[in-house]
């Protein structure tokens, strides 16, 4: 195995290895204390520092987006509890590798050896199979487990194993955390940046912090090119300061005190500007996080949908363009367009419904890149529509009822009525047709039946306006009629 590997490694050659570390593995934290974001678990008495502090960690989960500290905070945990630390990418391991580790864990309890603490990162692109081989010995306690993914792990982690972990959900950095992580890479003499001399516009920090999206991975990696970039005569790894690296350590024995030395850039006395332009052209491009099955195809179709729904037509093309641009199905969000439209505008503005079928239609016919105008104009017309759930918990309703097993046996006199024999049995006697009325209507029996509320409950707003008044004129008629021929009589 790898890490049984990296130990014959002398504690120099371990050193020379993380002088060639880029930045962000470089400046990984290495407690609790230093440990920058998730304050709502790791922060003073959060559930996961109270069980750091006591010694005792259960397996856990950690699910978030890239560059939260996710595999650092296990590298934390690790030495915290003195653990012997496996690190395996799921999508390059096999069976075969965790069952090594597993041994090797065994015999350490045998022979009073330290813990294992196994960290599984991408876990859930462990299929089925291999993630139940874990199962046994996470219960009896042979190996402590972490699990990192960036999905949800309720959707893409077996249930047994979610059951015998504690999940933790971890955050974006927000902005200060994102400033506070670069401003300790430039002042860290040892680990960092801190002995180049770097003339830094505050600008470009603030641009980095903001443009990366909560991703500290991200954050260090463009400060490093955009430092390095102007570091004449150099190269990465010469610049880099040479230290303990984690990955190449085994934490149980590391003395946290050794000594480490610095290659310094001839140039240093020369000031490295790191301006706003400079910043600007380190960042690359970020990968849009997308996978069309997962978390984030869920959390953007319910992003669209709550955005049209809530009336905001400049959310709803955002997150109409995340989904685009993440190469969604353009029949999935052709119909989560036609199914708001419906749900949530309904008889307030009928048009909407009109407009996205006919967008499903165009959008299918053209395909993309064009099939992205008529999904936001169709998106957008119905931000801006006026909205009423009336006609969907109608339908909502009656299905519920329907479903209770109350059913409601059709009158007489609605039943089908064109059949030889129907008029001997009673079918269509006594049904008075509504175009016998100057209005068009016949206050009759529909139902069989008195609701104790009614289904349809037309809004106050757009058409629906209109339709609750016309339905109240059409009662207001009858009443009037039957007041006159009372009258009459």
Known sequence: MANEKENLFSQGERERLAAHAPLAVRMRPETLDGFVGQEHFAGEGKLLRRMVEAGNITSLIFHGPPGTGKTTLARIVA???????????????????????????????????????????????????????????????IITLIGATTENPYFSINSPLISRSTVFAFESLSKDDILAVLNRALTDSEKGLGAMKIDTDPKALEFLAEICDGD???ALTALEVAVLSQAKGKSAGAQAPRLRDPVCTDLHTASPTAKHSLTVPPNKRKAIKLTLEIAKESVQRKAIQYDGTGDTHYDLASALQKSMRGSDPDATV????????????????????????AEDVGNADPMATILAASAVQIAEFVGFPEAQ????????????APKSNACANAVWDACSVVRSGRTIPVPAHLRDSHYAGAKKRGHGLNYEYPHKSPIGYIEQDYLGVQLEKPYYKPKNVGREKRVAEYLQQLKNQVKQDQRKTESDS
């Not at 989904?323 to 969000?333: P, T």
């Open 79 to 141: 030495g915290a509890i003195q653990a012997k630390f496996h690190y395996l990418s799921a999508p390059a391991a096999s069976v075969k590798d965790v069952r090594e580790i597993i041994a090797g864990a065994k015999d350490r309890l045998i022979t009073g050896g330290a813990k294992t603490l196994l960290f599984i990162d991408e876990i859930h692109r462990f299929n089925r199979a291999q993630q139940d081989v874990l199962l046994d010995d996470v219960e009896n306690g």
């Open 216 to 218: 500290a991975r991200r």
């Open 318 to 341: 955002y997150w109409l363009a995340r989904m685009i641009v993440g190469g969604e199905d353009l029949r999935f969000i052709a119909r989560r367009i036609a199914v708001c439209a």
């Open 373 to 384: 105008l008529p999904l936001a104009q169709a998106a957008i017309y119905i931000a801006c």
